[in-house]
């Protein structure tokens, strides 16, 4: 079963710092590019940062760049967000997201989240 | 940036209706249009990619359109498990943008 599994929300204070983690299986995670996305409960949905599937180029929102980097590790499967100088307007569901599927590099494959509380 | 706006921001419809959501680009984006539908508590799930082509396991009931800066999803036949927020997105460039979502609501 092709399955994307997130790790690490939790309560973090204003300026502080957490690394999300994504653990694929069920594919061959290093032919496809990932990104991350995010949702603040009750709102909409935010590109976040996405990573080619070599790991050669990465890309960011306007809103995280400088602040957040994103990685993967092809050998373990996994996907790296890590969040730096956490603000309150961070506080949302993370999904991480499959792409590169279709020549649109729609997101197929997306993870059941996990939750970022950035709160003193 | 390439922004999406969609519209309506929530519908209200019977099962069996025929409902269209609509999605505008703020500039050509070709067919990189991609549709998903998210059900509260849940992660999005894609619907339809490339504007018109459905994704492997969705119900032929929906149906995408549209290029250049003006898109549709189609539902023909609503079921009672269709009534969920839906997104249109744009991956012709980063940032990858979202619509702001169409919630449909049971009439």
């Known amino acids: 079963e092709v399955q994307l599994v997130e790790s690490g929300g939790t309560v973090v204070r204003p300026g502080g710092s957490l690394r999300l983690s994504c653990e694929a299986s069920?594919?061959?995670?290093?032919?496809?590019?990932m990104n991350w996305v995010r949702q603040v409960p009750g709102k909409g949905l935010e590109w976040v940062a996405g990573i080619t599937w070599t790991g050669d180029n990465s890309d960011y929102a306007d809103s995280v760049k400088g602040r957040f980097t994103v990685s993967r590790d092809n050998l373990k499967n996994s996907l790296f967000l890590q969040l730096n100088n956490l603000r309150g307007e961070d506080t949302a569901v993370y999904y991480c997201a499959r792409s590169g599927t279709y020549y649109v590099d729609a997101f197929d494959v997306w993870g059941r989240g996990t939750m970022v509380t950035v709160s003193s | 940036d390439i922004q999406m706006t969609q519209s309506p921001s929530s519908l209200s419809a019977s099962a069996g209706d025929r409902v269209t959501i609509s999605c505008r680009a703020s500039?050509?984006?070709?067919?990189?249009l991609n549709w998903y539908q998210q059900v509260p508590g849940k992660a999005p799930q894609l619907l339809i990619y490339g504007a018109s082509s459905l994704h492997r396991g969705v119900p032929s009931r929906f149906s995408g359109s549209g290029s250049g800066t003006d898109f549709t999803l189609t539902i023909s036949g609503l079921q009672p498990e269709d009534f969920a927020t839906y997104y249109c997105?744009?991956?012709?460039?980063?940032?990858?943008?979202f619509g702001q979502g169409t919630k449909l609501e049971i009439k």
């Open positions: 069920g594919f061959a995670f290093d032919e496809y590019s």
């Open positions: 500039q050509s984006i070709s067919t990189y």
């Open positions: 997105q744009q991956t012709y460039s980063t940032p990858y943008n």
